[in-house]
Structure formats: structure tokens, C-alpha cells
């Protein structure tokens, strides 16, 4: 099965820089990866993806960019706001109908004023 | 819409009751699932359904029950509650080739 290694486990940033997160995946297969982030009591939210076939994807202040062959792939965030402040995860799987997600143990961003 | 609801919010049990946490979608989608989050382990899929009818098993589906009868509604069975299954559990749709929705949780303490 997928093991999914996700670094760093916990991250502090000042307010305005940027933050990045590693995602490690090891099934080959794997054509679809998002990122999801949650709020404390709250359940996980999509806030960017990308399939296979592409190697980066920009949405305003967010981006993910893809390595098939190392097999990771990298949430950015810029200018980074206390609003960010949350638990993000990878989920790599396969998009094939039902998405079945395997999820990495998290990373905590903590984004100080 | 409301998205993905989830009922109840908390819960307390004591072990060998038998619970249903309750899932439903008003966004007409054909998949939907359950998953387990634990301290430190992300989350992991209990029981998926591909359409009214038909379910399947997910990492850990040991001690839970499911079924679909509807395309709204995914209940989650406790038949016999152990402290292992404390948790938060999440249910999530999605459409066929789309963005998975999660509902809010519901935190479970089994005693």
C-alpha cells in the first residue's frame, strides 16, 4: 500500500514569509495529489491539487509543484497571514472514480504576527 | 446547501454499546466514505460507497458497519464499542471525478 511521509511535522513563520511542505509518496501508481487543510474543529478542506500530468500549479498565494520521479510533491504558501495558521495534509491517491486518499500525519503551520 | 452533516458532535459511549453516527449529503454525489483521525496519524479510510447499494472496505474497517441506502444518507455502525475505536470521525462526498467535502466531525469517547 501508499506510506506517506510528510515533513516538517510543525512550522513557525513570521507573518509575510513563506512556508513550504514536503510530501513523500511511495506508490509509483499515484496520479493525484492534493493538499487539505484544517482548522482546529473543523474537518479537512481542498485548498489546491494536482494530477500527474502537470508539474506545478499556482492559486494566488498557493502552489504545489510535482516530482513524479522523486516521487514528492510540495505545498508553497507566500506572504503567509495568521489566518494560515492551520493543520495541512497531503492525500496522495488515485483518480480513478472514488478517490482513495492516504493521508500523511500532518503538518502544523503556525503563522505569528 | 449545507454541504456534509454529521450527527452527533460528541459522544460518549461505554464499552460494548452500540452507536450509529450519522452522515448525509445534499450535493447529489455518488461517493462517500468515512474516516478515522487519531492524535498524530492524519486520517484513514473505515468504508467508502461508490452509489446507493454499494459499499466497501477502506484501511480499517474492523468494527464498524455501513450501508447506503440512499444517495444522501451513509450511516457508520458501532455494533460493540471498544477505547481503541476513540476518535474524531470524519464523512466526506464527492462526485465522480471531484474535490472531496468532509463534514465537521464527531468526536467519540469510548470508555
Known amino acids: 500500500g501508499e506510506n506517506v511521509e510528510q515533513h516538517p511535522s510543525t512550522l513557525s513563520v513570521q507573518e509575510g514569509d513563506s512556508a513550504v511542505i514536503k510530501c513523500t509518496y511511495s506508490d509509483s501508481a499515484s496520479n493525484y495529489f492534493p493538499w487539505y487543510k484544517q482548522e482546529l474543529g473543523k474537518g479537512p478542506q481542498l485548498i489546491i491539487d494536482?494530477?500527474?500530468?502537470?508539474g506545478e500549479k499556482k492559486d494566488q498565494r498557493i502552489a504545489v509543484t510535482l516530482n513524479k520521479t522523486a516521487k514528492h510533491f510540495s505545498l508553497h504558501i507566500t506572504e503567509t497571514q495568521p489566518e494560515d495558521s492551520a493543520v495541512y495534509f497531503c492525500a496522495p491517491g488515485m483518480n480513478t472514480g472514488f478517490q482513495k486518499l492516504v493521508f500523511g500525519t500532518g503538518t502544523r503551520l503556525l503563522v505569528s504576527p | 446547501n449545507a454541504g456534509v452533516t454529521q450527527t452527533p458532535k460528541f459522544q460518549v459511549l461505554k464499552t460494548g454499546q452500540s452507536m450509529t453516527l450519522q452522515c448525509a449529503q445534499d450535493?447529489?454525489?455518488?461517493?462517500m466514505s468515512w474516516y478515522r483521525q487519531d492524535p498524530g496519524m492524519g486520517l484513514r479510510l473505515i468504508h467508502y460507497s461508490v452509489g446507493a447499494g454499494i459499499t466497501d472496505q477502506g484501511e480499517v474497517p474492523n468494527g464498524y458497519n455501513v450501508s447506503r441506502s440512499t444517495t444522501e444518507d451513509f450511516p457508520l455502525r458501532l455494533l460493540s464499542a471498544a477505547p481503541s475505536q476513540t476518535s474524531v470521525y470524519f464523512c466526506?462526498?464527492?462526485?465522480?471525478?471531484?474535490?472531496?467535502?468532509f463534514g465537521p466531525g464527531t468526536r467519540l469517547l469510548v470508555l
Open positions: 450535493m447529489n454525489h455518488e461517493y
Open positions: 494536482i494530477r500527474s500530468n502537470v
Open positions: 466526506a462526498s464527492s462526485s465522480e471525478v471531484g474535490t472531496q467535502y
